[in-house]
């Protein structure tokens, strides 16, 4: 494997590692840490310094490398949007405690995106946690933490509100900022 991915990144073979870019620097840990098949695989942002082709050879090597020897892989990001289709689950870190552990089917579809006028959004929000509002005027969004679902498109509808699925990047980066809930 890691013969095939020296290829695949396109590392010399004959450079000193020290001598090496920054993005093949990263190449090189990525090899390291799938063909060594431990047990546990500790990836801490290992697309940093990648261009787009480089990390999708990362993404495809990973889950090869799982696929050929299944086994806990941990990967630290910021960029959860890319990585995001390959986890089983997803743990939020801040400030040394544990802010979310939840499967990804769960949490990919937290993060409601409601717009409408003041009062609307008030009485629709009432009781629910808003992790962000902006107003221009007399309309207001809000992102809510709740699930995009059924429910929520009826009650928007119902109101007159727009609803939207808040991006994941979007929630996560509002549930991180704010604990405590905003209202409008």
């Known amino acids: 494997m890691a013969e095939r991915l020296i290829d695949v990144f396109e590392l010399p073979e004959k450079k000193k590692i020290i001598k090496f870019s920054k993005g093949m620097k990263t190449a090189t840990q990525i ?3 799938l063909a060594s098949n431990a047990k546990i695989t500790i990836l801490d942002e290992p697309t940093n310094g990648l261009d787009a082709e480089k990390r999708k050879f990362f993404y495809n090597a990973l889950l090869e490398s799982y696929e050929d020897n299944p086994r806990l892989i941990l990967i630290s990001s910021h960029h959860i949007e890319e990585i995001q289709p390959l986890c089983e689950s997803l743990i939020v870190l801040q400030a040394g405690e544990v802010l979310l552990n939840q499967p990804m089917e769960e949490i990919r579809e937290k993060g409601v995106l409601l717009t409408g006028g003041i009062d609307d959004i008030n009485r629709v929000t009432a009781g629910v946690k808003v992790i962000e509002s902006s107003q221009m005027g007399s309309t207001v969004k ?27 990047q979007d929630y996560l980066v509002n549930r991180t900022r704010n604990q405590e809930g905003v209202k409008p």
């Open 142 to 168: 809000v992102m809510i933490d709740e699930p995009y679902s059924k429910m929520w498109k009826d009650i928007a509808h119902s109101q007159g509100l727009s609803i939207e699925k808040a991006t994941l």
């Open 31 to 33: 090899i390291l840490g």
